[in-house]
């Protein structure tokens, strides 16, 4: 049925993406918020990560482990595509952290390291469906605009009082 309408997902990022992300959203409204995430007066409590170079590591393990995933979902090196991919899986990354951090510096008035990190891991995310099919400079731009959303969305949440502690 999604093939008939023409439905394209190179690399599996429905399933391993949109599927996961909906399932941890459940879990997140059944598990509910961390103790003193939200008080009892409306306000919203920053609990920071306690170690932020080891998120560092991990998102950065994660986008090198990206290059298998998306441009290893050709199963061929020769062609040139593989190449390709690996440019738009890149710059989608890249893209990603620095729309997240000017989107982040713009609303909170410093750059913030977290919502940085978590643009990367968005712009994956966001470009890992089309990567074959996309140009470089779109690429960056499904970036951009998946570390815009990354900013929005936690500020959604955290007003609709889902704590994604992730």
């Known amino acids: 049925w999604l093939e008939r309408i023409k439905f394209y997902d190179f690399a599996g990022s429905t399933v391993v993406h949109s599927i996961g992300g909906w399932a941890a959203l459940a879990g997140a409204i059944v598990v509910g918020p961390r103790l003193g995430k939200y008080s009892k007066d409306g306000r919203i409590n920053a609990i920071p990560g306690h170690n932020i170079p080891m ?28 190449a ?21 510096w713009g609303l909170f008035k410093k750059p913030d390291t977290s919502f940085t990190l ?10 890992t469906a089309g990567c074959n099919v996309m140009s470089p400079a779109m690429a960056l731009l499904t970036g951009c605009l998946g570390g815009a959303i990354v900013v929005f969305s936690v500020i959604a949440f955290d007003r609709i009082r889902v704590d994604d502690p992730v």
């Open 55 to 82: 998120a560092a590591l991990g998102v950065f393990i994660l986008w090198l482990g990206w290059f298998g995933f998306n441009p290893g979902s050709t199963t061929a090196v020769g062609g040139g595509s593989f």
């Open 84 to 104: 390709m991919i690996c440019v738009t899986t890149n710059l989608s990354a890249a893209g990603g952290a620095c729309t997240a951090m000017l989107v982040s």
């Open 118 to 127: 978590n643009g990367a891991l968005a712009g994956l995310v966001a470009i």
